[in-house]
Every structure is written in C-alpha cells, then in structure tokens.
C-alpha cells in the first residue's frame, strides 16, 4: 500500500492498482482522478515484485528489470503514467517509501534512489535527491529489503538487520537517535529474515516466526502490549 492508493501482484503476473492517481501512480495511462475498483496497470504482465510508495508505484519484472510509474519531481526518476524502465535489470525485489525507492539486486547489493534528506538512501551522502539508483554502501549479502517513510532495512544473509536514514524515534533500532547516512547494525538480531519499515518504527520477521520492532510506540505500533517506545528491537 501507498499513501492514498494500492497495488497486489496477480499470479498472471499482472498488477492491479486502486485508489488516487492524480500523479499517474496507477500506471493505467491517465492522471488524474482515483479508481474504487483494482485495474490493470498497463503493460504489465511478467511482474514478480510490487511496491506502492507515497506518489509512485515500481515493480520487478521476471527479467529482473525494475520499472516505476508516478510522480517525479519528488527524485522518483521516472515521470510516467505507465511503467517505464529505471535501468535495473538484476532486481529480485523492490520497495518504497516517501519518494524515494530502493531494489534488491540478485548479487545482494541494495540500490536506492530518490529523496534522500536524512541519509534514507544509504549512500554515505546526505541532500535533496539521489536522481539515479545507487549503491546502499557496504551491502553486498543483503537478502531482503523494506523502506519506511524516510529510513530504510535490509536484512544480511546472516540474519543481520542493517538500518538507514532518519532516527529521530530510534526506528534505526542501533540504540541511538542518530541518523545514519550508510546502514547500520540493529542490535540484538541474528535471525531475521525479512524486514519492513513504517512511519517511525520498523520490523522484522525472524526465523522462529517471532516478530521484532522498535521505533515510535505512541499508538501501540510495537505489538508488545505497551505505549513505550523502544530504540532496539522488541518481541
């Protein structure tokens, strides 16, 4: 799910989107206006990853080609009311946050682009945008990746989280309220093996099938059974 619209991946691989699409993230051709029923993105149909963010919607083709559709002006490269390429072709998944995306590489490298303010790209650098994919710096074993509002994880094929981006809340789950430009090591996971990231907290599913996550607690959003917020993962 984006921020007012959605997407599922069809076994046809199709994807099917809903909801706005004033900034074209629908990918039917058209901007402007929403759909209350799921349609079909155009040209779509070998589609094996999908990820909604704030105003774009990208997908992973079987080919491993990443393409993306929606706003633009927001660092999300392409502008486009249908699918169009970001020149990745070695994807395995994809995921998105506010305006800026990142793409799990078969090698196990993490390539990130778009709005990258709070280092949420990973590059070692921090400024308005990252307007083509780049190297999340040092990842090369990553096998699962999510991104949050402005931060992102990614899981090691150790079993490591690895965290980067804003911290203001501690959803980078190192212990701190620092922000992090490069990813670093959550503390206390060996055995995850997926991760997500939402507005302020992050988690991650580990291989007992327990969940962990830390970050902003103000809504109950940590699933420990209390308000309290946590800077390193909780069961």
């Given at each position: 799910?984006?921020?007012?619209?959605?997407?599922?991946?069809?076994?046809?691989?199709?994807?099917?989107?809903?909801?706005?699409?004033?900034?074209?993230?629908?990918?039917?051709?058209?901007?402007?206006?929403?759909?209350?029923?799921?349609?079909?993105v155009?040209?779509?149909?070998?589609?094996?990853?999908?990820?909604?963010?704030?105003?774009?919607?990208?997908?992973?083709?079987?080919?491993?080609?990443?393409?993306?559709?929606?706003?633009?002006?927001?660092?999300?490269?392409?502008?486009?009311?249908?699918?169009?390429?970001?020149?990745?072709?070695?994807?395995?998944?994809?995921?998105?946050?506010?305006?800026?995306?990142?793409?799990?590489?078969?090698?196990?490298?993490?390539?990130?682009?778009?709005?990258?303010?709070?280092?949420q790209?990973?590059?070692?650098?921090?400024?308005a945008?990252?307007?083509?994919?780049?190297?999340?710096s040092?990842?090369?074993?990553?096998?699962?990746?999510?991104a949050?509002?402005?931060?992102?994880?990614?899981?090691?094929?150790?079993?490591?989280?690895?965290?980067?981006?804003?911290?203001?809340?501690?959803?980078?789950?190192?212990?701190?309220?620092?922000?992090?430009?490069?990813?670093?090591?959550?503390s206390?996971?060996?055995?995850?093996?997926?991760?997500?990231?939402?507005?302020?907290?992050?988690?991650?599913?580990?291989?007992?099938?327990?969940?962990?996550?830390?970050?902003?607690?103000?809504?109950?959003?940590?699933?420990?059974?209390?308000?309290?917020?946590?800077?390193?993962?909780?069961?």
């Amino acid at each position: 799910v984006g921020n007012w619209h959605a997407c599922a991946l069809r076994r046809t691989g199709e994807v099917a989107c809903w909801g706005n699409n004033v900034d074209g993230e629908l990918g039917i051709g058209t901007t402007g206006g929403q759909s209350t029923v799921p349609v079909a993105v155009m040209g779509l149909s070998d589609a094996v990853d999908v990820a909604a963010g704030f105003d774009h919607t990208c997908a992973v083709r079987a080919t491993g080609e990443v393409v993306c559709w929606g706003y633009t002006p927001s660092c999300v490269v392409i502008n486009s009311n249908v699918p169009a390429s970001t020149g990745i072709l070695d994807a395995t998944q994809v995921t998105a946050g506010y305006s800026y995306t990142c793409a799990l590489e078969r090698s196990g490298g993490v390539l990130c682009w778009g709005y990258n303010y709070s280092g949420q790209c990973g590059t070692g650098t921090v400024g308005a945008c990252v307007w083509a994919p780049a190297a999340a710096s040092g990842l090369t074993d990553a096998v699962s990746v999510g991104a949050g509002y402005d931060h992102a994880c990614a899981v090691r094929a150790t079993g490591a989280v690895v965290c980067w981006g804003h911290n203001d809340v501690g959803e980078l789950g190192d212990g701190t309220t620092t922000d992090a430009r490069t990813p670093v090591a959550g503390s206390g996971l060996a055995d995850a093996t997926r991760a997500a990231g939402g507005y302020g907290h992050s988690c991650a599913l580990r291989a007992s099938g327990a969940v962990s996550c830390w970050g902003n607690n103000g809504w109950g959003q940590l699933g420990d059974g209390t308000g309290v917020s946590s800077l390193v993962p909780v069961d």
